[in-house]
């Protein structure tokens, strides 16, 4: 999102409205963010008739040149509120405008890219509303290219991961699946180097072949990740374990076999069990 900023700003001013304290049940956090420039929109701090009003506010920034603006927004249901949640939200607005504040953007952008978290003081974001940190986005390692692979990058793709995927038929890294993945490699250097991040990792085994797990979780147990899936088979996966005494206890947390329970059996059925633990992992549900 900061990176879509800096780019925004380029063509003039542009809004954004920050989720800050909530109350209650709400339909989205404290460090939502929503952008608003005077052709599009990005993101979500909500949708329904808070965030219209949010929008209106915003673009009313944009025609008026102010620069910061809080919005409290009641969702308990009465005569005036924005919906029947029972909650309450706090957001802040800030107007960006010029090459220094496009500058400062482009700073976020760049740390979060290199895996660094990014304070966010209150007053940066719009007024009243507690200081945040920007977190980059989880890396998510894909091991296997196959099928199942490429559902899961497609998906990946909407979903706000940096992914990065290995094959070692490289072959299969140049299809159009693969093309909105950060780093795609046949090298299992590449792997170790995709660990040594400053960012959350979860890693995803979708191998064609057994002795292709062993090889990727002998890298991977070096410096496990906050996350390690595999799908397989029962027997598959205890053959795996049984391979690797040295890194037993590494794979007590291995999660296998991946994905949640919900019957899926075709490749973007799987990614979707898949991706759906991935985000329970992230969010600490």
Known sequence: MFAQLANWLRD????VCSVGQTQGATPRKSGSRMLVSSAST???????????????RARSMLDEDGERAILDIDLAGQEQSAGICGGRMRIALRRLAGEAERLRVV????????GHRVPLPGEWLGGDIEAQVAVPDVRLIVAGAGHCGAALCELAAHL??????????????????FARVAQRSDQLDAV?????????????????????DIALLRVL?????????????????????RALPEFQVQLQDLVAPIGLAIGAQTPHEIAVSILAQLIEQRRGC
Do not use: K, Y
């Not at 094959?167 to 159009?176: A, K, P, V």
């Open 12 to 15: 003039g001013p542009v809004v």
């Open 42 to 56: 990005s993101g979500s701090i909500g949708g329904g008739l808070a965030e219209a009003r949010v929008l209106a």
């Open 107 to 114: 700073e976020i952008a760049s740390a979060l890219q290199s």
């Open 160 to 177: 706000d991961f940096e992914t990065c995927v290995f094959d070692s038929r490289s072959e299969l890294l140049r299809g159009e699946a």
């Open 192 to 212: 170790s180097a995709w660990l040594q991040t400053g960012r959350s990792v979860q890693a995803v085994l979708l191998n064609r072949n057994f002795e292709q």
């Open 221 to 241: 147990c070096v410096r496990p990740p906050c996350f390690l899936g595999m799908l397989g088979s029962p027997r598959r996966i205890a053959e795996v374990r």
